[in-house]
């Protein structure tokens, strides 16, 4: 082994046993409680939404989950009741809305459920839809749905609760947003739109309501096992798919319970696995750091990572190029 490949190694060592420090003796922050406040969802009828409102009624919240469909409500409503902590004491109640719709809308029907179950102390959007295809097969519709239902659904419902946090002086404001947020992908040019919106909406907001004693996450999950992944799938270009399999489908349940103690935690960034973590470093520019320790491992790591995100960069224009060579063979014998 020559000197050169020992300093890699050893360096490399050093900086895992770093962020091992940093991570057990700096990056506990004050945790949260939920107990006896009020939790909405949106998005709360299936996937992570859903996974998010169980794990909030076992750490005794009043829930609300919010979503179109009636009848998933229903049954999603029966679930978050069983798992309440305290079924004496919690309520939990659901409402049919459409969270991209109208802005009036939405602020009256967030108004009144405060009337009934109380301020609502966290926020969670998860309401999020995604319909795949290249730019110029992407119909404006589809393109207006998915604004509709992923940035503006956040924005609105987001605008109509943080005059009341603000006079409270605390909440905790949830955006489901995902690994596309961070990085463009084939097939996902509108997706991806969306969801970097939401991640410059993230970044602002934190910055407008720290002085409040409001914290800001953002989710940033790879691909889930959710329905809406299923009807995802179906959309998907070749090019996305394959590209979509260099990395594990993820549990919802796993994705909920990391964005919810993140988000008691105060984090910013709330990521499940390596490659959700070696993006938030890559990416995180100007975007708030949670602590000290944080701010060192990024900026000691992102040399490094740069590396290794080329050589995925490279992975996936292969791809690319191999399905475009197999289109054209298939074309040339018809």
């Known amino acids: 082994m020559t000197t050169t490949m020992l300093d890699i190694i050893l360096t490399i060592v050093a900086l895992l046993v770093t962020i091992l420090f940093a991570?057990?003796?700096f990056w506990r922050r004050r945790i949260r409680n939920v107990n006896n406040k009020h939790v909405?969802?949106?998005g709360g009828s299936s996937g992570i939404g859903k996974c998010v409102a169980i794990i909030?009624?076992?750490y005794g919240a009043h829930v609300t989950i919010i979503a179109r469909d009636l009848q998933k409500?229903?049954?999603?409503?029966n679930e978050i009741i069983h798992a309440c902590k305290n079924k004496d004491v919690q309520r939990v109640e659901y409402l049919s809305l459409d969270v991209g719709g109208d802005y009036k809308t939405v602020e009256k029907a967030l108004s009144d459920v405060e009337k009934t179950m109380g301020p609502i102390y966290m926020l969670v959007n998860c309401a999020g839809t995604a319909i795949c295809g290249k730019i110029e097969d992407t119909s404006v519709a589809d393109l207006k749905k998915m604004i509709n239902i992923n940035f503006l659904g956040s924005y609105y419902c987001t605008k109509a609760v943080v005059q009341r946090m603000k006079a409270s002086q605390e909440g905790i404001i949830v955006l489901t947003s995902s690994q596309a947020a961070l990085l463009g992908i084939f097939g996902y040019?509108?997706?991806c739109s969306t969801k970097f919106a939401l991640r410059g909406l993230a970044e602002s907001i934190a910055m407008e309501l720290a002085p409040?004693?409001?914290s800001v996450t953002l989710s940033l999950p790879p691909d889930t096992d959710t329905p809406g992944f299923a009807i995802e799938e179906?959309?998907?270009?070749l090019e996305t798919k394959l590209i979509s399999e260099t990395s594990a489908l993820v549990r919802p349940e796993a994705v909920a319970n990391k964005l919810f103690k993140d988000a008691l935690a105060g984090k910013f960034f709330s990521t499940v696995g390596m490659e959700g973590f070696m993006l938030t470093v890559l990416c995180a520019g100007m975007s708030p750091f949670s602590s000290i320790a944080e701010l060192v491992v990024q900026?000691?790591?992102v040399g490094l990572f740069r590396l290794v995100s080329a050589c995925y960069l490279v992975h996936f224009q292969r791809i690319i190029r191999n399905c475009i060579k197999t289109r054209d063979k298939n074309k040339k014998s018809e």
């Open 73 to 77: 409500l229903e049954i999603a409503r």
């Open 189 to 191: 040019s509108a997706y």
């Open 234 to 237: 179906l959309s998907k270009p």
């Open 23 to 25: 991570r057990y003796y």
């Open 56 to 58: 909030a009624a076992k």
């Open 299 to 301: 900026s000691a790591l």
């Open 40 to 42: 909405v969802v949106t």
């Open 212 to 214: 409040y004693n409001i």
